[in-house]
């Protein structure tokens, strides 16, 4: 619909909005426990989600090969060429930004490991290969929209 004046969004998207505020703060009024439940319940449907939108790009896109056959946009003659610096490095900061984060965390993560052995497997098996893998959907899938669309869309809304 229109957008509601003073809003910039329509009414359907302040509903949802409302509805998804008010499940945050029912979550957050009944504790960790509520929220530990809620990751419990909805990791397994985010890998689905993931796995879904790689099956979507593969279809779409007309399989693999369309989507890696694309040339980087920052080589002599493409559509960025030369301005490589000026992504890698505010990307690369945001990379060590999220890494930093997750690395503070360690502590909260691994405190009721019986061992150090424990945590340490722990950390080896569910850290760089999920999130590699994880990264890895998302440049996928991200790409794929350029053979879809013909631009990448990163943000999904």
């Not at 505020?21 to 009024?29: G, H, P, R, S, T």
């Not at 959907?137 to 790409?143: E, N, R």
Request: glycine share 10%; proline share 7%; aromatic share 14%.
């Amino acid at each position: 619909g229109d957008p509601l004046p003073g809003l910039g969004i329509s009414g359907s998207q302040l509903v949802c909005f409302l509805v998804f505020w008010a499940l945050q703060f029912w979550f957050v009024v009944h504790g960790i426990d509520a929220i530990r439940q809620l990751e419990t319940y909805t990791a397994p449907i985010k890998i689905v989600i993931c796995f879904v939108l790689l099956w979507w790009a593969w279809d779409r896109a007309g399989g693999f090969g369309p989507i890696l056959e694309q040339p980087s946009a920052f080589v002599e003659g493409g559509k960025k060429a030369g301005q490589f610096p000026a992504v890698f490095w505010p990307s690369l900061t945001a990379m060590v930004g999220f890494w930093a984060t997750l690395a503070l965390n360690i502590p909260d993560f691994t405190r009721f490991a019986k061992s150090q052995r424990d945590q340490l497997v722990g950390q080896a098996l569910g850290l760089p290969g999920p999130m590699g893998l994880l990264a890895a959907l998302a440049v996928f899938v991200t790409s794929a929209t350029v053979v879809i669309h013909g631009k990448a869309l990163w943000d999904p809304v």
